[in-house]
């Protein structure tokens, strides 16, 4: 079982080190930092609306940047190696293909987590910095008006309140579900195709078809005889073959500054590190069976 | 696999499944059935936490355009109602107002519990909409500027009521809605009883609670207005909390004692 972890472990640093070499996803990272750095110049609109977009936009950028990062880390981990050849020497050894598929997605995980804290670091710096902004501007604004006792305090704690929630450690967190997700259905789709535009392509259908697999859900389970057999074998096929990417959107409500409890957070984590479980058996079992 | 053809982008078995692959649409299928049951215990949690906002329909996608929609559909909400938004800010230049009213309409469908799309939709509909109508030059007319006026103002109270059906438990409408009817509708008992709805709300500022006495004083409700004033007043377990201003309630209840004539014995604070 050591070695076993032991071969994990080396597939996954090996991976993690290759990937945090390559410029694409090096510069998708800078894009993100950029964007997130810019979302701080949405200045004429009140300080709630100020901070909404700042988190709108920058947990958006983190999205966004991840999601592509991770598709496109992921979907040349299978055919990089085919194409170099090297998979045929690391399957030589005692290595199983299991190890290997594992450990290569835990490095893809690894990678997603680096960039994500590094991305967080840059949002809680531009956050911190505009609510200092925010605060002497507030207090600037009330010198010399005939404010109520108590009213600049209260928009001052307002500010800091919305600055400071430590909700959006769960939202982060959230958002790493999600890229992890995504990165789980690109090797999953890695796993039977020959090509990686067809990854990219099949994994980026499957983000979008999750975020309206709730809909589906909903149809399939209440159309009852009502449906044609076609549109209920459809529906019922992306409702049980597809992730719900839509219940990730619990962030929106995070940002809102809604009371978002751990146990809700908890059962989505779950969720997601359930449904990876199932997606790497699943990977394997395919890749267990296909000629190289 | 016993065999595999590469054209398509994919690998297909020619002479059936493999057993790993079979295996594989097992295991799919099985979890499908578990993880349906699991998405919608996660989906009766949301509900039950009341988060809410607009289904993508077809009606929308007419609204957003197609950019925005493929927003929506990649699960960025969040960030497509601050395009709306801003959408408002440049309608605003060009003081189109009707654009103004379907903006914040489909702002407030997309994130109805973002108070602030609400107020400001409000206020940009009662305030800036109405008042530009009211000095509208190029309408000779003032009876139908006077009109005008009014009819902007009541779409700002429309979606301040709207809002209010959305978010029942926070202050802030209740006080933005007051605040419409005491400058705008000059309905000072309207303004009174929202004002009064807004303080009793969780984390209403204090000085919200004075509002409703001022109110009830402007309506000319006088004797109301001192019932209210000694209501506030006789809360002694407050009385070392500086915010609720009690030199202005003390100097309220004294003006209403004089102005009303209270005999001294029934007086709080007796001549």
Same mark, same amino acid.
């Given at each position: 079982? !050591?070695?076993?972890?032991?071969?994990?472990?080396?597939?996954?640093?090996?991976?993690?080190?290759?990937?945090?070499?390559?410029?694409?996803?090096?510069?998708?990272? @800078?894009?993100?930092?950029?964007?997130?750095?810019?979302?701080?110049?949405?200045?004429?609109?009140?300080?709630?609306?100020? @901070?909404?977009?700042?988190?709108?936009?920058?947990?958006?950028?983190?999205?966004?940047?991840?999601?592509?990062?991770?598709?496109?880390?992921?979907?040349?981990?299978?055919?990089?190696?085919? +194409?170099?050849?090297?998979?045929?020497?690391?399957?030589?050894?005692?290595?199983?293909?299991?190890?290997?598929?594992?450990? !290569?997605?835990?490095?893809?995980?690894?990678?997603?987590?680096?960039?994500?804290?590094?991305?967080?670091?840059?949002?809680?710096?531009?956050?911190?910095? !505009?609510?200092?902004?925010?605060?002497?501007?507030?207090?600037?604004?009330?010198?010399?008006?005939?404010? +109520?006792?108590?009213?600049?305090?209260?928009?001052?704690?307002?500010?800091?309140?919305?600055?400071?929630?430590?909700?959006?450690?769960?939202?982060?967190?959230?958002?790493?579900?999600?890229?992890?997700?995504?990165?789980?259905?690109?090797?999953?789709?890695?796993?039977?195709?020959?090509?990686?535009?067809?990854?990219?392509?099949?994994?980026?259908?499957?983000?979008?078809?999750?975020?309206?697999?709730?809909?589906?859900?909903?149809?399939?389970?209440?159309?009852?005889?009502?449906?044609?057999?076609?549109?209920?074998?459809?529906?019922?096929?992306?409702?049980?073959?597809?992730?719900?990417?839509?219940?990730?959107?619990?962030?929106?409500?995070?940002?809102?500054?809604?009371?978002?409890?751990?146990?809700?957070?908890?059962?989505?984590?779950?969720?997601?590190?359930?449904?990876?479980?199932?997606?790497?058996?699943?990977?394997?079992?395919?890749?267990?069976?296909? +000629?190289? | 696999?016993?065999?595999?053809?590469?054209?398509?982008?994919?690998?297909?078995?020619?002479?059936?499944?493999?057993? %790993?692959?079979?295996?594989?649409?097992?295991?799919?299928?099985?979890?499908?059935?578990?993880? /349906?049951?699991?998405?919608?215990?996660?989906?009766?949690?949301?509900?039950?936490?009341?988060?809410?906002?607009?289904? /993508?329909?077809?009606?929308?996608?007419?609204?957003? %355009?197609?950019?925005?929609?493929?927003?929506?559909?990649?699960?960025?909400?969040? /960030?497509?109602?601050?395009?709306?938004?801003? %959408?408002?800010?440049?309608?605003?230049?060009?003081?189109?107002?009707?654009?103004?009213?379907?903006? /914040?309409?489909?702002?407030?469908?997309?994130?109805?519990?973002?108070?602030?799309?609400?107020?400001?939709?409000?206020?940009?509909?009662?305030?800036?909409?109405?008042?530009?109508?009211?000095?509208?030059?190029?309408?000779?007319?003032?009876?139908?500027?006077?009109?005008?006026?009014?009819?902007?103002?009541?779409?700002?109270?429309?979606?301040?009521?709207?809002?209010?059906?959305?978010? *029942?438990?926070?202050?802030?409408?209740?006080?933005?809605?007051?605040?419409?009817?005491?400058?705008?509708?000059?309905?000072?008992?309207?303004?009174?009883?929202?004002?009064?709805?807004?303080?009793?709300?969780?984390?209403? *500022?204090?000085?919200?609670?004075?509002?409703?006495?001022?109110?009830?004083?402007?309506?000319?409700?006088?004797?109301?207005?001192?019932?209210?004033?000694?209501?506030?007043?006789?809360?002694?377990?407050?009385?070392?909390?500086?915010?609720?201003?009690?030199?202005?309630?003390?100097?309220?209840?004294?003006?209403?004692?004089?102005?009303?004539?209270? *005999?001294?014995?029934?007086?709080?604070?007796?001549?």
């Amino acid at each position: 079982v !050591k070695e076993t972890f032991v071969r994990i472990y080396v597939i996954a640093r090996n991976t993690l080190t290759e990937a945090l070499r390559q410029k694409v996803l090096n510069l998708l990272l @800078l894009f993100a930092v950029i964007t997130i750095g810019s979302a701080n110049f949405f200045t004429q609109f009140t300080f709630d609306e100020q @901070l909404k977009f700042l988190k709108d936009f920058s947990l958006g950028a983190m999205t966004f940047f991840g999601v592509l990062i991770a598709v496109m880390g992921t979907a040349q981990l299978i055919p990089s190696e085919l +194409e170099s050849r090297t998979i045929y020497t690391i399957l030589s050894k005692p290595v199983r293909r299991f190890d290997f598929l594992l450990g !290569k997605f835990m490095g893809m995980i690894a990678l997603l987590g680096i960039f994500l804290l590094l991305m967080t670091l840059v949002f809680a710096a531009v956050l911190l910095l !505009k609510e200092q902004a925010l605060i002497a501007s507030e207090t600037a604004f009330a010198q010399g008006q005939n404010l +109520e006792p108590g009213a600049l305090e209260h928009s001052l704690r307002d500010i800091r309140a919305q600055a400071r929630d430590p909700q959006l450690v769960q939202a982060v967190l959230l958002v790493y579900a999600k890229l992890c997700m995504t990165a789980g259905l690109a090797l999953f789709v890695s796993t039977f195709a020959t090509s990686t535009i067809f990854t990219v392509a099949t994994t980026f259908l499957l983000y979008l078809a999750g975020h309206l697999q709730a809909t589906a859900r909903e149809a399939w389970l209440e159309a009852g005889a009502s449906a044609g057999l076609g549109q209920q074998i459809f529906l019922g096929a992306v409702s049980l073959l597809i992730p719900d990417m839509a219940s990730y959107g619990v962030v929106d409500e995070i940002i809102l500054g809604h009371s978002l409890p751990w146990s809700q957070t908890a059962g989505i984590l779950g969720y997601t590190a359930v449904y990876l479980t199932v997606l790497l058996a699943v990977s394997y079992l395919i890749f267990h069976d296909r +000629e190289l | 696999m016993t065999g595999s053809s590469r054209e398509s982008g994919f690998l297909v078995a020619r002479s059936g499944l493999s057993r %790993g692959m079979m295996a594989a649409v097992l295991l799919l299928t099985g979890w499908g059935a578990l993880k /349906v049951a699991w998405e919608m215990q996660i989906r009766r949690e949301q509900d039950a936490l009341k988060y809410q906002g607009l289904k /993508v329909s077809r009606a929308v996608r007419d609204q957003v %355009g197609q950019g925005m929609m493929l927003g929506l559909f990649s699960g960025f909400k969040g /960030v497509v109602a601050d395009f709306v938004w801003l %959408g408002v800010v440049d309608a605003l230049a060009d003081r189109e107002w009707f654009r103004i009213k379907n903006r /914040v309409e489909l702002v407030t469908a997309l994130q109805p519990r973002f108070l602030p799309f609400w107020e400001q939709g409000a206020w940009h509909l009662a305030w800036n909409a109405s008042l530009d109508r009211r000095r509208n030059l190029e309408e000779p007319s003032q009876a139908r500027r006077i009109r005008d006026e009014r009819f902007w103002i009541a779409e700002g109270e429309e979606v301040l009521k709207r809002g209010l059906e959305n978010n *029942p438990e926070r202050y802030n409408l209740y006080y933005s809605l007051g605040w419409l009817y005491q400058h705008r509708k000059r309905d000072y008992r309207q303004a009174a009883h929202y004002y009064a709805l807004a303080a009793e709300r969780p984390g209403a *500022p204090t000085y919200l609670e004075r509002f409703a006495g001022y109110m009830l004083e402007k309506a000319g409700e006088n004797e109301e207005a001192y019932a209210y004033w000694r209501k506030l007043w006789n809360r002694p377990e407050l009385k070392g909390d500086p915010t609720r201003a009690w030199d202005k309630i003390e100097k309220k209840i004294r003006d209403q004692e004089n102005r009303l004539k209270i *005999p001294p014995e029934k007086r709080i604070f007796p001549k």
